[in-house]
């Protein structure tokens, strides 16, 4: 169905090939999992399969890409909307209408699907991917879970005979991970959808695959079963990695295979010490008190009179299934989202009186909570690296005056006076994400460079609470692990973290407790270890391997292998 032979990339202006050598080829009814670390070039070859690249990006297409017999070098996307289905990184950006049923149908508009055939598609794709409830809904208003399971919709109704998905789960909560995944698993068994899907998350997907397609960054391809595959990636899923530490042959791919291996390793850790998930920071005193906060968007309570107190040196994970209200309630504690009732006191970093962010200006306020949304893209707007970074150490400089004044006004004294002496937006990403040269335009970066970008502008001000919305997204394994090692140097710090995300293994390595939201209200709060393990959902994939031993990581079993192996 999809076929490869001898392909190369280059774009233009690049001095090595995105892509070379490439033979791939990717049966009818197969499930082709991409794998590889962010920027070696997965997003080109699933855009060489509809034709994107090179008609749409540029460049030179070298060798022949055929799919269902057509050449996409002389078949442009449009010539192959009957064939290939697309769903890309950013599902907002490829929406053209307003409501989610108009969207499900407009693909079918395009291709002139009889009106009674629509009707039928629709309703089957609704039931399909759980969003009948939202039919009506504004695109606009969804949360980014249910803009991700419509965009996969609108693609679902054209009955594509090859399914293109890039991360189609990053946004989802892992419940509708694994809807959406079921669903695309039926396409292929049932209908005999073949599926090429390129994703970060890979202990989600990998047990679905047929195939793995691994690009290692030098612009190969290394294809087969995935058992063999992985036995040599640079990235693999936890399942995976727990099969390497143990010498499991063949190497299991799910949490029932690594189960059914697993009994002589646990035998063998019965009774030794389980180390620490994480190295945690000394926690504090209380720097934010939220008290009864209620956000509203017309008739829907998004937040329900939620009470949430965080202290210094905390790092705490926000969970929840999509639309249970997790982004609004950070909003709400920034200052600068919508709140219709309760308060929010923060202590500002240098002692100074709490205070409610939402009545401070909005420079004063990011002195205090600095938030980085779920598309950190959202808060660059410059053209270069260089003037992101210059305009966020202007700001800082201009709010630090403002602070003075309004000390010197109210009479206390000014404890700040070395507050200007702190880092640069520029020293903060050099230590984030060393390399980034100035005049590289933001847009340019990959998404870990990025939320680097963004976290520098707003570590900036030096605020003493720090707010991560769903940073996970778009990241290798690699780039999650450097995350954690800047939230772990910012709770050091004496800063408080809080990460709204779905990633369970990101908060099993990351995280001193969580707190759970369900409908606008905490239903959990509490350690990692005692919230994640106690629901299946959120257990990563170590812990339901290795219950009842209580491990949450492949890094605590191979400590605790270390002093076993030289006790013996």
């Known amino acids: 169905m999809i076929r490869f032979d001898q392909v190369g990339v280059v774009y233009d202006g690049g001095t090595a090939p995105v892509l070379r050598d490439v033979d791939l080829h990717v049966p009818e009814g197969e499930l082709c999992l991409v794998v590889g670390r962010t920027g070696v070039g997965k997003s080109t070859l699933l855009g060489a399969v509809n034709g994107l690249v090179p008609h ?12 269902d017999g057509r050449d996409t070098a002389h078949h442009p996307p449009r010539e192959l909307a009957d064939v290939v289905g697309v769903v890309g990184q950013d599902p907002l950006a490829g929406f053209v209408t307003d409501t989610v049923e108009e969207e499900l149908a407009y693909v079918m508009e395009q291709l002139a699907v009889p009106p009674e055939v629509m009707r039928k598609r629709v309703e089957e794709t609704l039931d399909l991917l759980g969003l009948a409830e939202l039919r009506h809904r504004a695109l606009h208003e969804l949360s980014g879970g249910q803009q991700q399971r419509v965009a996969i919709g609108s693609v679902l109704t054209a009955h594509p005979r090859v399914l293109v998905l890039d991360e189609p789960t990053s946004a989802l909560d892992p419940t509708a991970a694994e809807e959406v995944l079921a669903a695309v698993t039926r396409l292929v068994h049932d209908l005999g959808v073949t599926v090429l899907l390129a994703e970060h998350r890979l202990e989600r997907v990998v047990q679905y695959a047929d195939r793995v ?13 995935p058992a063999e595959v992985f036995r040599d990636t640079a990235i693999a899923p936890p399942v995976v990695d727990l099969g390497r530490l143990a010498g499991w042959s063949p190497l299991p791919l799910s949490v029932r295979d690594a189960r059914r291996a697993a009994a002589p390793l646990r035998e063998r850790l019965t009774g030794l010490r389980v180390p620490p998930p994480r190295r945690s920071a000394p926690v504090g005193e209380a720097v934010l008190d939220a008290r009864k906060v209620l956000v509203r968007y017309g008739p829907v309570v998004a937040v329900r009179e939620v009470g949430l107190e965080l202290r210094a040196g905390e790092v705490t994970a926000l969970m929840g299934r999509n639309g249970s209200g997790k982004s609004s309630l950070l909003w709400a504690l920034q200052g600068s989202g919508p709140r219709q009732g309760g308060s929010v006191q923060v202590v500002g970093a240098d002692g100074g009186p709490a205070a409610d962010p939402k009545r401070l200006s909005a420079a004063r306020a ?63 990403l050099d230590r984030l994400a060393p390399g980034i040269a100035d005049e590289t335009h933001p847009r340019d970066l ?123």
């Open 56 to 67: 749409f990006t540029g460049g030179t297409l070298r060798g022949r890409v055929t799919v």
């Open 213 to 225: 397609a691994y690009l290692p960054g030098d612009g190969t391809v290394v294809h087969g079963p």
């Open 366 to 428: 990011r002195r205090l909570v600095g938030l980085v949304p779920q598309t950190p893209t959202d808060l660059l707007y410059l053209e270069t690296v260089a003037q992101e970074l210059g305009q966020s150490d202007l700001e800082s400089r201009r709010t630090d005056l403002e602070s003075r004044r309004s000390d010197r006004g109210s009479g206390r004294s000014e404890p700040d006076a070395d507050r200007a002496a702190g880092p640069t937006a520029r020293q903060i």
């Open 446 to 568: 990959s998404e870990g460079q990025k939320l680097a970008l963004v976290l520098a502008i707003q570590l900036a001000a030096a605020p003493g609470v720090v707010l991560l919305d769903e940073p996970t997204r778009g990241l290798d394994y690699y780039a999650k692990e450097a995350l954690t090692g800047i939230v772990d140097a910012l709770a050091a710090e004496g800063r408080t973290v809080v990460i709204s995300t779905h990633d369970v293994e990101f908060v099993a390595s990351a995280a001193d407790r969580v707190v759970v939201m369900a409908e606008g209200e905490i239903v959990a709060d509490g350690p990692t270890a005692e919230v994640v393990v106690a629901s299946p959902t959120f257990a990563p994939q170590a812990a339901k391997i290795m219950a009842p031993l209580e491990y949450l990581t492949v890094h605590q079993v191979a400590q605790a292998l270390q002093p076993a192996a030289a006790a013996r």
